[in-house]
């Protein structure tokens, strides 16, 4: 899993959690859509959240972790390491191929699936994000991470109700949990303005 990361720390850094990483602060999630929105009204289904500033990659670092990897092609710690370098550096896609390497090699590995499905909404293809956190959640249900970034793909999917009903079964699970004492205020405020689940699902990709 990512050095820092839940797609979203509380303290401002949403797609992370300090225990791995789930996405950006809680103003930038993606706001729910009021059912008769007006017309200067967001997009329903708001857009992927805001992820934290993006780290500069060292080039010597990058290369020797590269050239590690081609001569060690079983390696998944190598390759997990440069998953994680091109997820600071928001490099999105490349940090899916290298997590991609990692569950070749170690498929049942919960926090890099849950990395890659983090690296999916935030490339914009929260559909494919929720396939790996439901993976995830399928093998560990408790798997904190995973169940939280499963609320912000649905979120960022226009499928308010449902994200709101993941996370109060995160709430269920981890009451007490100081890291999502906002979340209620969230889901309140989903509650209030989404239309019921099922409806207006924007699926995309």
Not at 41 to 67: F, H, N, V, W, Y
């Amino acid at each position: 899993m990512r050095r820092d990361t839940l797609a979203f720390t509380l303290a401002g850094v949403v797609f992370g959690f300090v225990l791995g990483y789930m996405a950006a602060g809680w103003e930038s999630m993606p706001r729910p859509t009021p059912v008769a929105a007006g017309p200067d009204a967001a997009p329903a289904g708001g857009t992927s959240p805001a992820p934290p500033t993006a780290k500069t990659i060292d080039p010597d670092e990058l290369r020797a972790m590269e050239q590690l990897a081609a001569r060690q092609p079983n390696d998944a710690a190598v390759r997990s390491e440069l998953g994680n370098m091109y997820m600071d550096a928001q490099r999105w896609d490349d940090a899916i191929r290298w997590y991609g390497e990692v569950l070749k090699l170690a498929p049942e590995n919960p926090d890099v699936r849950t990395d890659m499905g983090a690296c999916y909404v935030h490339s914009g293809r929260p559909a494919l994000g929720l396939e790996q956190f439901d993976a995830v959640l399928k093998k560990s249900p408790d798997h904190r991470n995973a169940q939280f970034n499963r609320g912000v793909a649905l979120l960022n999917m226009g499928r308010q109700a449902e994200a709101a009903d993941a996370w109060e079964g995160l709430l269920k699970r981890h009451p007490d949990d100081p890291q999502f004492a906002k979340l209620r205020g969230r889901i309140d405020e989903i509650r209030a303005t989404a239309p019921a689940s099922g409806t207006g699902a924007a699926k995309g990709r």
